[in-house]
C-alpha cells in the first residue's frame, strides 16, 4: 500500500502517544484520557493503520531468553553493483539480521545482528562476507545496553529455522572475550556509541 499524505491532530497524537507507550492500552482507557468514546478512538486508529501511520503491533522481549546472548552492528561494504534493493534481499535471507539499512559515510549498508553466541555469529558473518558483492566488512560487538528500555535492547522471537539451531547444541553461553571474536575487524564497543566508519 502506498504511504497516505495524513495530518494528524492533537487527538491522534495522544492516541498514538497512548498507544506508542502501551499497545495494550485499551480503546476505553484511551477514551476515558482524551475525552473520546471508544467508538471514535477506534476509528481513529483504524484511520492511521490504514494511512500506514501505525505499521503494526508486535511484542518486545529481553533476547537472552531467546537464545540470543551476543549482538553485534555490522559494517557492509560493497562494490559499486550493489544496488540497495540486493542488499535488502540479502538482509532478509538471514533470520539473524534483526534490522538493515543503506548509510553515509565509507561504508555502504549497516546490519544489526543477533547470535546465540560468538561463534553463530562468526558463521552468519562468513555467510554474508561470501556474497559476491561484498568486499569487507567491519564488526562491533554490543557489550551493554546504555537505554535497557529501547527497542533495540529487545527482540521479537526468532523464526522457526533460528529457533531450530539453538535448540539443536549451539552454546548459550557469552562471548570468552575478544580472542573469540570474528576475522574481519571486529572490536569490543558499548551499544549507545556510534559504530566506527559512517559520518
Given at each position: 500500500m502506498a504511504h497516505q499524505s495524513t495530518s494528524l491532530d492533537d487527538l491522534d497524537r495522544k492516541i498514538l502517544s497512548a ?5 495494550r492500552t485499551s480503546f476505553v482507557e484511551i477514551g476515558h484520557d482524551i475525552g473520546l468514546s471508544p467508538a471514535a478512538v477506534k476509528r481513529r486508529v483504524d484511520r ?152
Amino acid at each position: 500500500m502506498a504511504h497516505q499524505s495524513t495530518s494528524l491532530d492533537d487527538l491522534d497524537r495522544k492516541i498514538l502517544s497512548a498507544l506508542v507507550a502501551n499497545a495494550r492500552t485499551s480503546f476505553v482507557e484511551i477514551g476515558h484520557d482524551i475525552g473520546l468514546s471508544p467508538a471514535a478512538v477506534k476509528r481513529r486508529v483504524d484511520r492511521m493503520r490504514e494511512a500506514e501511520i501505525i505499521t503494526g503491533f508486535t511484542t518486545l522481549v529481553r533476547p537472552s531468553v531467546l537464545g540470543w546472548r551476543t549482538e553485534a552492528y555490522v559494517e557492509v561494504y560493497c562494490d559499486s553493483a550493489a544496488p540497495p534493493r540486493r542488499l535488502a534481499e540479502v538482509a532478509r535471507t538471514y533470520p539473524e539480521v534483526v534490522a538493515a539499512m543503506t548509510v553515509t559515510g565509507d561504508a555502504d549498508a549497516l546490519l544489526h545482528i543477533r547470535a546465540a553466541d560468538i561463534e553463530h555469529f562468526e558463521e552468519v558473518l562468513e555467510r554474508i562476507r561470501a556474497e559476491s558483492f561484498v568486499q569487507r566488512t567491519n564488526s562491533v560487538i554490543v557489550l551493554s545496553h546504555l537505554l535497557p528500555g529501547s527497542p533495540e535492547a529487545a527482540s521479537t522471537e526468532p523464526s522457526a529455522d533460528v529457533s531450530a539451531a539453538l535448540t539443536g547444541g549451539a552454546s548459550a553461553g557469552p562471548a570468552d572475550g575478544p580472542s573469540a571474536m570474528p576475522s574481519d575487524t571486529a572490536s569490543p564497543r558499548p551499544s549507545g556509541s556510534a559504530p566506527a566508519g559512517p559520518s
